[in-house]
């Protein structure tokens, strides 16, 4: 037998006693977004050999120590804001720059590993993900697809050990850079209300935000992750 439900005036009053407390936060995007160039950067130079092989952990370790903890500072906000580039998306990029780190520092430089590249193709694949959820954001969710196809050339060369596949990964990785810059301003821009906004492509749920007050914005919060019974 079905236990009896709750009587509706019960019900009533817990609803009437339910607080749901909405913490302000900025946009993490121009943070994860600045990191992401400086690591692409960083290794687009050393795959067009700009930068000598002998400077390969200091690429590695600047990513260690500045790419890897800013985009993951972004990824923990982004997920207390519900964001999917923001935290599913961040913290994806910052554990393949974090892998891509380590591997350098622990092999001989110059080498290919084909261990790597599996790892790169499969992190790739997994990035399409959080940018087919932002579909609201269009700039942002580039920006990850940029990401994914920058980590699968890399993968690819890893694989084949082919120079002409290091080369295209880093010619992307620094179009890549200039794009995520451009997304970090234009955002940082329309976070403070700048009289020069640049286009950020929003659409469709990613307008609410700027359009809608803050009644609408919250309406269905209760069914919203981190707010509902289990997740």
């Known amino acids: 037998m079905s ?28 943070l994860g977004f600045m990191a992401l160039a400086l690591g692409t950067v960083g290794f687009s130079c050393l795959q067009l050999g700009v930068l000598p092989t002998t400077e390969e952990n200091t690429v590695a370790l600047a990513v260690l120590v500045l790419t890897v903890p800013l985009q993951s500072l972004a990824a923990v906000v982004g997920f207390g804001a519900r964001d999917p580039i923001a935290g599913t998306g961040m913290a994806m990029v910052a554990g393949v720059w974090a892998m891509l780190a380590v591997a350098t520092l622990t092999s001989p430089p110059g080498t290919a590993s084909p261990a790597v590249g599996v790892l790169l193709l499969t992190a790739a694949v997994a990035l399409l993900l959080p940018a087919a959820a932002a579909h609201g954001k269009l700039l942002a969710a580039g920006i990850m697809v940029g990401s994914a196809a920058r980590f699968a050339l890399t993968g690819v060369a890893e694989l084949t050990g082919s120079a002409g596949w290091d080369a295209a990964a880093g010619v992307l990785g620094l179009v890549l850079a200039l794009a995520a810059l451009y997304a970090a301003l234009g955002f940082v821009l329309e976070e403070v209300d700048h009289p020069v906004q640049l286009p950020v492509l929003r659409r469709g749920d990613g307008i609410k935000p700027l359009r809608d007050d803050l009644e609408e914005q919250v309406e269905g919060i209760a069914r919203a992750a981190g707010v509902r019974q289990q997740l």
């Open 3 to 30: 236990e009896p439900s709750e009587p509706r005036g019960r019900q009533s009053e817990q609803l009437q006693m339910t607080r749901i407390v909405l913490r302000p936060s900025g946009n993490p995007l121009p």
